[in-house]
């Protein structure tokens, strides 16, 4: 397998993916801000600690995640285009 399968393959993944949560697709953004704090309230809960959860990650960092992982992939893409040019 040549490196620029590879890396039109993590590209394009990465591109989708990242995209997917930048834009907020059917409100992924903010189900991993859900999940986020329901993690770290069942671990409050293990360790005894019954008080309300702090906000560990907002919507919009999550967003901006998103954002510079899409980049990442668009630049893994153009380098696998380069590759096979």
Known sequence: MSLS???LTAG??????GAT???NIRGSAQALARRAA????RTLH??????PATLVAS???YRYLGTAITLCGII???GGLLELA
């Open 76 to 78: 893994l893409t153009l």
């Open 46 to 51: 293990a360790r005894g600690d019954l008080g």
């Open 21 to 23: 949560v930048a834009l």
């Open 59 to 61: 919507t919009g960092v």
């Open 12 to 17: 394009t993944t990465c591109t989708i993916a």
């Open 38 to 41: 329901d993690n770290r309230q």
């Open 5 to 7: 399968v590879v890396l």
